[in-house]
């Protein structure tokens, strides 16, 4: 798709502003009572979609900047849900979400379900990635409507969150930042209620509050397996998917003090004060010119401060989850950013992380890059893509297992025309949302049947817990059997386009167990 041809789409799936309904005039059918207000959807063929329904009682606006999100009001109004919310602020120009109205008015979600009745349907709530830094449920990508069509006994969430340094920026060091002890996981906690928010209304979309899945990719996908480590959590879902993303995509609290400090200095700010009267732009613009990356942070307050640790001693073993990585994930970043761009990106982060390790760990590294076969880029390629996905995907499955947990563990690997992408991050993206016109990243649609097994897959995994397929549900009539991950024989699913089938890690090779695995030690290396 085009970029012109996104511009459209997002027009007319923006397209104005939801308002409230004061005449009486609206269709009952396509109503749904909340505790914050009844919202009317619209319907598409048997699919009503409701877009841009607040989670919040207020916008994180003016004096709300940098606090905590604020719980619903009770409501007794009806308003429109006809349009998407703005988009949280982002660096522009990375994800779709993020080249169309951004606000820092932006947490919203949007439900989309079926008009197929059955009781109480399972709930899939995507959390959108974007490297915490932009991105938006607005992406054309992340319309649902394909994708319940074919799954009609599913209901589907996507909900928007504050990023970059709307919604991970460190404050309470400053003088006067006593009062912003959550600002540097505020992205997390708006999740937090956006699922709270489900728990307490989906009822009355048809779906099932004690059967929800959080489903991720990339920072979405860290999102998940991050939101299990945050107190009083469960309550609210009891599986995760996640694609491309895992614990290790966070920072410490000594890290996230020197960005602010960056940001202060460039905006002349000395105080919270100061920051609060910059304008949500302005800010935006800074943070463009810093390139310093806002995650998550290993605070001790909200997030422990080993997280791997956490899912060994069992933090999340009665939360069931499937995670998995794809075969050439990097090759994603030096196909977008050009081979200009990437040398760039590259350089910098190995003389700001590699320079650190000690002799005898740089040596081990240096050891497994002189292996890879290919093109100059790919030796940078391959391990970064071993210590920013493929390495934390398998010690996370580790780390659950040893904490008494269950977790299904995928290795995707079909692969696009383009020599580059190959099969990078993001490439299944098309694949499990039901778009197979989308291929700006994968070249191609790719196979039909496998697709939709793979879709099937995820569906099962929302309904059972168990991703495994018997013949009368398997798109091609054949059952799949996907086994847990265990310590032993560390099987995964590889979901290889002609032929999806359970694999030993160390008959595939997924990671490199002495080279480059302790590299998930040092977070995002």
């Keep these: 798709m085009e970029l012109h041809e996104i511009r459209e789409k997002l027009k007319e799936m923006y397209g104005g502003e939801n308002k409230p309904i004061t005449d009486g005039s609206y269709d009952q059918s396509l109503a749904v009572k909340c505790i914050n207000g009844t919202f009317v959807g619209r319907k598409t063929e048997n699919i009503t979609v409701f877009r841009g329904i607040p989670y919040v009682g207020k916008q994180p606006v003016g004096e709300l900047r940098w606090k905590a999100p604020v719980d619903v009001i009770p409501d007794n109004g009806v308003y429109e849900a006809y349009y998407n919310a703005k988009s949280a602020y982002g660096n522009p120009g990375f994800e779709v979400g993020s080249i169309y109205y951004q606000d820092e008015d932006c947490l919203y979600l949007n439900v989309f379900k079926s008009d197929e009745a059955s009781a109480k349907k399972s709930v899939m709530v995507w959390i959108h990635g974007g490297a915490f830094e932009s991105g938006g449920t607005i992406d054309p990508m992340f ?12 209901v589907v969430v996507t909900i928007a969150y504050r990023l970059a ?14 009062d912003y002890t959550d600002s540097q996981n505020l992205g997390l906690l708006d999740q937090l209620k956006a699922l709270k928010w489900v728990h307490e209304n989906i009822a009355g979309f048809g779906g099932d509050p004690d059967n929800v899945t959080i489903w991720g990719e990339s920072a979405g996908a860290a999102s998940c397996t991050l939101l299990p480590l945050i107190e009083g959590s469960h309550q609210y879902f009891k599986r995760l998917i996640a694609e491309s993303g895992s614990v290790n995509q966070t920072r410490t609290p000594e890290e996230g003090i020197a960005c602010t400090n960056k940001l202060m200095e460039v905006l002349g700010c000395k105080t919270v004060a100061d920051l609060l009267k910059v304008d949500g732009g302005k800010l935006l613009e800074a943070s463009s010119v810093l390139f310093v990356h806002q995650v998550p942070e290993r605070d001790g307050k909200i997030l422990p401060t080993d997280t791997f640790e956490a899912y060994a001693n069992g933090a999340a073993k009665d939360i069931e989850i499937l ?8 090759d994603f970043f030096v196909s977008s950013f050009g081979k200009e761009g990437w040398d760039k990106f590259i350089t910098e982060r190995k003389q700001e992380k590699f320079a650190q390790l000690p002799a005898d760990e740089k040596a081990l590294v240096e050891s497994y890059m002189k292996d890879v076969k290919g093109d100059y880029y790919e030796p940078d390629s391959r391990v970064f893509s071993q210590s920013w996905f493929i390495a934390p ?3 996370i499955s580790e780390e659950q297992t040893k904490g008494g947990g269950k977790c299904y563990t995928y290795y995707f690997t079909p692969e696009s025309p383009d020599p580059i ?5 993001a490439i299944e993206l098309s694949v499990v949302f039901n778009h197979p016109e989308m291929t700006a990243d994968t070249g191609r649609a790719f196979d039909e049947t496998f697709c939709k097994t793979m879709r099937k897959m995820w569906v099962r995994f929302a309904k059972t817990g168990n991703p495994s397929l018997s013949a009368d549900l ?7 059997e996907w086994p847990l ?11 290889d386009e002609f032929d999806i089938h359970p694999a030993k890690e160390s ?13 998930t030690k040092y977070y995002m290396l």
């Design 143 to 154: 319309d649902c409507i394909n994708f319940v069509k074919e799954n009609p006994d599913v």
């Design 165 to 178: 340094f709307m919604g991970f920026l460190h404050l309470s060091h400053l003088s006067d930042g006593k």
């Design 323 to 330: 995670v998995g990585c794809n075969k050439d994930e990097m």
């Design 393 to 395: 995907t398998i010690r």
């Design 421 to 425: 992408m190959k099969c990078g991050h």
């Design 474 to 480: 398997s798109p091609d009539g054949k059952a799949k």
């Design 485 to 495: 991950y265990d310590l032993e024989n560390q099987q995964v699913m590889v979901l």
């Design 507 to 519: 008959e595939v090779k997924i990671v490199d167990w002495e080279r480059t695995y302790f590299l």
